[in-house]
């Protein structure tokens, strides 16, 4: 409705709004990239948080039922990781307010539930003996657990930069909802 009221924007604003457009895109990039980095440094660390959640009492049902077949807890830990950032970046993009919120939490304590009482990735040698399976799960934990990392810690600059104000309003909306700018 608001098209046939408003005469459309002259070249010279639809190009400004992609140049805004394409320093955010760089700009959210760059901070991604910088969250790769930063996950890199902290990852021992949270290697050192999940040991001490590990620490924590045990459900013994839950753990014989998941040693029974380790591979496929394995398996599932990575799905649950998995759904855990997919879920944060559908809180992000969805805006989906206290349900994409709860959906995270539930999923946070399935995953930690589930690391919790699966087998350890270091018994797959004794299990399973001295071949490439091993080390491959043991990569693929890392890098899982590495990326997931940037993924909460780009999640949080990007929640934080928008509870500042500083992200979801560009330069040139906020120029036209200001009577002063014209």
């Known amino acids: 409705m608001t098209a046939a009221v408003r005469p459309p924007d002259p070249p010279s604003r639809l ?80 805006r989906s307010g206290w349900r994409g919120v709860a959906l995270v939490v539930l999923l946070t304590l399935v995953a930690l539930l589930w690391y919790l009482h699966m087998p350890h990735v270091q018994q797959c040698l004794a299990l399973y003996g001295t071949g490439n399976i091993c080390n491959t799960w043991q990569w693929v934990f890392t890098i899982s657990l590495a990326l997931a990392t940037a993924l909460y810690m780009f999640v949080i600059f990007l929640l934080s930069l928008s509870a500042l104000g500083l992200l979801f309003t560009r330069p040139d909306e906020e120029a036209e909802g200001n009577p002063q700018s014209r």
């Open 15 to 94: 190009a400004g709004r992609q140049r805004v457009s394409r320093r955010w895109r760089y700009g959210l990039m760059a901070l991604l990239v910088a969250c790769l980095a930063v996950a890199g440094a902290v990852l021992p660390l949270v290697w050192d948080l999940l040991g001490a959640f590990d620490q924590f009492p045990k459900l013994p049902w839950l753990q014989e039922w998941l040693a029974r077949w380790p591979g496929v807890s394995w398996a599932l830990m990575l799905v649950w990781g998995t759904a855990v950032s997919i879920s944060l970046v559908a809180l992000l993009s969805l």
